[in-house]
């Protein structure tokens, strides 16, 4: 919780019904973007006080408005809130302007190095808010080491109930209903760790790790024991790891575009399953036309109530 004083109240820091009017208009006037709304916004708060409840709003605004003044303006009117939690991120002044069109690779490229400056704690903050007004912004604080605090409340970040949405969190483009000509396969080094440490594995049910740039699978993926439906789809896997066979509750699994040269024998002792999407796999340089693979006769045998999509 921030740590935040303030000397005379202003009208715009008092709680009644009235304010709450003012504070929408004032979240109105901002997300314009517009130079002369962020300037009237501004000098309301100048003249009427800060909301304490506007805070991360104009923390937000700080880092993303187009015009370096208005940006500035905002980072002396938080300041004056003496916030000392957020007191190097409000003096930081990296831009992220443009977020709702950026790579998710630039923000957490850009996050990295503002990381240095301000630390973790701040940095960690900002993707967090981030993320919940633009869905981008956790894939920094995914490169966190195992078990690091921040790291943890981005993976529960994109938990809901037991479904477990990695893919959101890597920020990388969605290929779902794509003709299969349109699917990229790319090999890029996100620098972030497999999730085996997400604190309520054992409870999920449901994983997407779709398009997260996964050259391999750890061991460490029996952690999530109770999965019952994965989407490993478009990734860049050639094999499975031993360890897949204690998912003994997988029902659907997703393996369509990767790239494999042959069936994972693994997947013989899957004897739960009832869905395999095996399609698109052992792709040519460029396209993945007459690269069907062989499902063996032994699968259909040992799994006889799967269905198979080659």
Same mark, same amino acid.
């Given at each position: 919780?921030?740590?935040?004083?303030?000397?005379?109240?202003?009208?715009?820091?008092?709680?009644?019904?009235?304010?709450?009017? *003012?504070?929408?208009?004032?979240?109105?006037?901002?997300?314009?973007?517009?130079?002369?709304?962020?300037?009237?916004a501004? !000098?309301?708060?100048?003249?009427?006080?800060?909301?304490?409840?506007?805070?991360?709003?104009?923390?937000?605004?700080?880092?993303?408005?187009?015009?370096?003044?208005? #940006?500035? /303006?905002?980072?002396?009117?938080?300041?004056?809130?003496?916030?000392?939690d957020?007191?190097?991120?409000?003096?930081?002044?990296?831009?992220?302007?443009?977020?709702?069109? @950026?790579?998710?690779?630039?923000? #957490?490229?850009?996050?990295?190095?503002?990381?240095?400056?301000?630390?973790?704690?701040?940095?960690?903050?900002?993707?967090?808010?981030f993320?919940?007004?633009?869905?981008?912004?956790?894939?920094?604080?995914?490169?966190?080491?195992?078990?690091?605090? *921040?790291?943890?409340?981005?993976? !529960?970040?994109?938990?809901?109930?037991?479904?477990?949405?990695?893919?959101?969190?890597?920020?990388?483009? @969605?290929?779902?209903?794509?003709?299969?000509?349109?699917?990229?396969?790319?090999?890029v080094?996100?620098?972030?760790?497999?999730?085996?440490?997400?604190?309520?594995?054992?409870?999920?049910?449901v994983?997407?790790?779709?398009?997260?740039?996964?050259?391999?699978?750890?061991?460490?993926?029996?952690?999530?024991?109770?999965?019952?439906?994965?989407?490993?789809?478009?990734?860049?896997l050639?094999?499975?790891?031993?360890?897949?066979?204690?998912?003994?509750? /997988?029902?659907? /699994?997703?393996?369509?575009?990767?790239?494999?040269?042959?069936f994972?024998?693994?997947?013989?002792?899957?004897?739960?399953?009832? !869905?395999?999407?095996?399609?698109?796999?052992?792709?040519?340089?460029?396209?993945?036309?007459?690269?069907? /693979?062989?499902?063996?006769?032994? *699968?259909?045998?040992?799994?006889?109530?799967?269905?198979?999509?080659?």
């Amino acid at each position: 919780m921030a740590d935040h004083t303030m000397s005379t109240t202003k009208f715009l820091e008092e709680v009644n019904e009235e304010q709450k009017l *003012f504070i929408e208009n004032l979240r109105r006037l901002l997300s314009t973007g517009e130079e002369a709304n962020c300037k009237m916004a501004i !000098e309301i708060m100048k003249g009427g006080g800060v909301p304490s409840s506007m805070y991360e709003d104009l923390l937000i605004y700080s880092k993303i408005l187009p015009e370096a003044s208005q #940006r500035t /303006l905002i980072r002396k009117l938080l300041a004056k809130q003496t916030i000392s939690d957020w007191k190097n991120l409000i003096e930081d002044t990296t831009a992220f302007v443009n977020i709702e069109t @950026t790579k998710e690779k630039d923000i #957490r490229d850009k996050m990295a190095k503002m990381c240095k400056i301000v630390g973790w704690e701040e940095t960690a903050l900002l993707g967090y808010l981030f993320f919940q007004r633009y869905r981008k912004g956790l894939s920094f604080i995914l490169t966190y080491p195992h078990r690091n605090p *921040f790291r943890i409340k981005a993976l !529960e970040m994109l938990t809901h109930d037991d479904v477990f949405d990695f893919h959101t969190g890597i920020g990388y483009y @969605t290929w779902k209903g794509a003709q299969p000509e349109e699917v990229i396969l790319s090999n890029v080094d996100t620098k972030i760790k497999f999730p085996d440490d997400h604190p309520n594995a054992t409870t999920l049910r449901v994983l997407n790790f779709h398009n997260c740039k996964l050259d391999s699978i750890p061991n460490e993926i029996a952690a999530f024991e109770n999965v019952e439906e994965l989407d490993l789809s478009v990734n860049n896997l050639k094999k499975l790891p031993v360890s897949f066979t204690k998912l003994t509750h /997988l029902r659907k /699994l997703d393996l369509s575009f990767n790239r494999f040269t042959e069936f994972p024998k693994v997947l013989i002792k899957m004897t739960a399953l009832q !869905e395999l999407d095996f399609r698109y796999n052992n792709k040519s340089a460029y396209s993945f036309k007459d690269n069907t /693979l062989v499902i063996p006769d032994e *699968f259909y045998t040992q799994v006889p109530n799967c269905k198979v999509l080659v």
